[in-house]
């Protein structure tokens, strides 16, 4: 009976390694778990960069207004429209966190649903001030022109551009 027993253990003992092995692996570089703080998270592509985003956002403007061909007529309606557009600085998180860390769970969850909430109110209207001024500046383009402008935007959203797929497809 015995002999039985020692495969079962010895398959016992190698699945408990495998498992540990597994984690082993699969623990966060250091400096990238969960506490590595804003630093690390999301460098490797330079997307919370708030330079390099407004560097991608200056060019594609730029390309834009060459494509358009823009006249000096509306040369103000397009000054406002890219002023208003432009991506807000986002408030640092360190705070809130910090301050979030310190209360009981309970309060903690209420809080960060507050703070949800202040965000998303923040956010729609933010996403209503750009809505308006996109539709001002629109008005003022030519037929032509406002081809080019749907072109434009039309492959930054919807099913075939939109920001995950745009973000998949660089290969």
Known sequence: MRTYFKPLHTLILAGALTTLAGYSVAQPAPGTGPGAGPAAHGQHM???DPAK???RM???LANIKAKLKITTAQEDAWTTYTEAVKPTPRASMAASHAELSKLPTPERLDRMRALHTE???VMTTRMDQRAEATKTFYSVLNADQKKV???QF???AGPRGGHHERHQHRG
Request: no cysteine; glycine share 6%.
């Open 119 to 121: 965000h998303m109110a």
């Open 149 to 151: 402008f749907d072109d």
């Open 53 to 55: 985003m407004q560097a």
């Open 58 to 60: 200056t060019q594609r």
């Open 154 to 156: 039309s492959r930054h």
């Open 46 to 48: 330079g997307q919370h």
